[in-house]
C-alpha cells in the first residue's frame, strides 16, 4: 500500500510540474498581451470625446516609452487613463505636442475603465489619423527612374 501511495504522490507532482512549464511556455509578454487588449477594444469599443492631459515620462522598472495621460466622460462619469504608444512609431514621436489636444477615445462599453487613444488599426487623435491612413495606403517606394536621354 505504501508504495502505491508512493506512485501516485510521484505522478501528481510530476503533474503539476509538467502543467507548470507549459503555463511558463505559453505564458505571453507584456507588451503582446497589452497589443491584445488594444485590438480587443477596438474591436468591440465604442467611440467617445476626451483629452489628453499630458504626456508622462518613462520611470524605472517601468514601460520604456512614452505614456499620455487621458481623460474622457461615459454616462456622466469622468474617467481618467494611459495608454503606452511606444508601439506606434508615428503617435510615440508626436507625443510631446499632444497634451491638451482633444481626441476620440474608444472603450469598452461593458467595462468604460478599459479604453485606448489608439491601436494599431484605428486611432483617436484627430491630426494623426489622416497621416497613418496615407502611410497604410502609400506604395513602397521605389528608387528614381534612370533619366531619360536627349538627343
Known sequence: MGIG???AATIALAGVAGWKAVRRWRRENPDEIERLRRN????CGRIGFGRILELA???PDGPAGPILLYEY???GVTYE???NVSAMAEIAAAAPFLPGQ???VKYDPKQPTNSI???EAWCGIPDLEPQRKAAAERPEETPNPPAEKTP
Open 81 to 83: 487613463a494611459a495608454q
Open 57 to 59: 515620462e518613462p520611470v
Open 40 to 43: 480587443e477594444v477596438n474591436a
Open 73 to 75: 466622460e461615459v454616462a
Open 102 to 104: 482633444t481626441t476620440s
Open 117 to 119: 487613444l489608439a491601436c
Open 5 to 7: 501511495v508512493a506512485g
